[in-house]
């Protein structure tokens, strides 16, 4: 059987945190709406709710770059056909290939490979030099844009422990390290 407690948990009405947090945030209803950072903070805490601040952020961050990824990707799928490369692999029935071990393989036709040439088309065409570009000057300017900053200021983050986190000694050279060269 069940057991009963005579103070049963209360998970329902509009005064309690966890009902609220299910309702506003943990239905897979309310994935597309901004997340109520000032609740998950109340329940699970400070380090947890700058968590959830800094996750939200990083996923609206990488949406951009997932469009133009998808962009670059469909359009490499829709010029596959059309990659001479790909059309000149596809096409030679009368070139091997060397054997890919020394004892007991036979010669492979060039062709064999068509449906290779034509997935690495899908990754690596035209397309994925403005995307690396893209990213190249996009991702930098971004990050250093970060709203991030103000949020923290909203989560006591000022009397944070940092003494444990490990430094970097190439960082202290200058302030009481000597240059090793």
């Given amino acids: 059987g069940a057991y009963k407690s005579s103070l049963p948990i ?4 509009p005064q309690n945190n966890r009902h609220l947090l299910y309702e506003r945030w943990a239905r897979w209803g309310m994935w597309y709406k901004h997340q109520p950072l000032d609740l998950i903070r109340m329940y699970f805490g400070e380090k947890i709710g700058l968590y959830f601040a800094w ?16 962009c670059v990707f469909f359009y490499g799928l829709v010029t596959m056909n059309e ?26 036709r060039l ?3 068509c449906i290779y040439a034509k997935v690495t088309y899908l990754f690596d065409n035209g397309g994925t030099v403005f995307f690396a570009i893209f990213m190249a ?3 930098p300017g971004r990050i250093c844009r970060s709203p991030f900053h103000t949020c923290c ?26 240059e090793p060269v």
Avoid: R
């Fill in 55 to 70: 996750l939200g952020w990083y996923t609206g961050m990488l949406i951009p770059a997932a469009v133009v990824g998808l």
């Fill in 137 to 139: 000057i996009w991702a």
């Fill in 83 to 108: 990659s001479q490369v790909s059309q000149e692999i596809c096409k030679a029935t009368e070139v091997f290939m060397c054997p890919l071990c020394d004892k007991n393989c036979s010669l492979q």
């Fill in 153 to 178: 200021g909203l989560f006591e983050t000022q009397d944070m422990n940092t003494s444990n986190i490990p430094q970097d000694p190439w960082l202290l050279i200058g302030q009481h390290m000597k």
């Fill in 10 to 13: 209360k998970t329902h009405g």
């Fill in 111 to 113: 062709n064999d490979s």
